[in-house]
């Protein structure tokens, strides 16, 4: 087979050794004669896989003891839900409008009480994070700390006091280091930097699950999920396997000080190509723009259908922006090589010398 690099957004690329790792045990998972796919969740083998991948978490994001982490099926969109149905009550919540998935989860709050717009960018097509005003009495503020679609990121969080942040890190969590004190709940899809779809991970600030509201419907309630383990039904078995593997890489890899410096590095090789060729163009203004999601445009969407199609066909899969915004998208999330992000700028450079 030939080498292919992998740039799509998610699902999205998984460590070779993870994936190996995971053919390997297929058939035989840890001697015990049968496949992962195939144990009771309720076996001594999945309590284990399940165990462990919630102590790999806690370590690696250094997640503090009054919070708990949680395993959720529903993918991110879910939680746009489940986030104001348990802790809204009817009241009022910052949202900190970024983008398309930001959007979403306003268009959910609405449903459960009153979100107020503490920023926005809609000014400007979305290429920038906008200041927070909080309002005193918010239940809380949600933010999204990687806009996938727009390609721009938080760089740092704000101190919102006592009102709990809540943020959406489905494209960026274990990306870099961060501070799980400064927010109440996180949540984020596992297709991106932590495993195949399937799974959600959310990680809450106990108090918090505490005071969720009544007479929600059990699969709903995040106090299902952190008295019975993420184990009060059958959960996506498979995908919390791959987590684990992908936690154990992260390891062994150096960790999220590792990963945080080697992707910086890899962001920076692809902004410089983007701003020293001058076919290309970013879109997202440069302080804010993604790590993870690096949008840019040619100098025409006719040429930008050819770079796509010809990149493919050079083994650099993925390219296309999402169909909202046109343009082209390379997702250079924890698992891209180095190398892969290399070969991106050398077929940049060739793409342009012959399209001149
Ligand atoms: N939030 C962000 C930032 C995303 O990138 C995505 C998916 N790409 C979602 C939410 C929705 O995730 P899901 O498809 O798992 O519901």
Redesign the pocket.
Known sequence: MSKKYNFY??PAILPHEVIKKAQEELLDFNGCGLSIMEISHRSKEFEKVNDEAEAKIRSLLKVPENYSVMFIQG???LQFSMVPMNLLKGGKADYVNTGA?AKKAIDEAKLYGTPTIAGSSKDKNFNYVPPITLSPDATYVHV?S???IGGIQMQSFPDTGNIPMIA?M??DIFSRRIDVSKFGLIYA?A?KNMGP?GV?LVIMRNDLIDGTADGLPTMLNYKTYREHKSLYNTPPCIAIYIVKLVMEWLESNGGLEAMEAKNNEKAKILYDAIDNLPMYSGTAEVKDRSKMNVTFRLTSEELEKKFIKEAEANGLVGLPGHRSVGGCRASIYNAMPLEGVKTLVQFMEKFQKENK
Do not use: K, L, V
Request: hydrophobic share 25%.
């Open positions: 957004a998610g993918g991110a969109s998935w999204t990687n806009e996938t959406d489905s494209s899809g297709q779809a959600t």
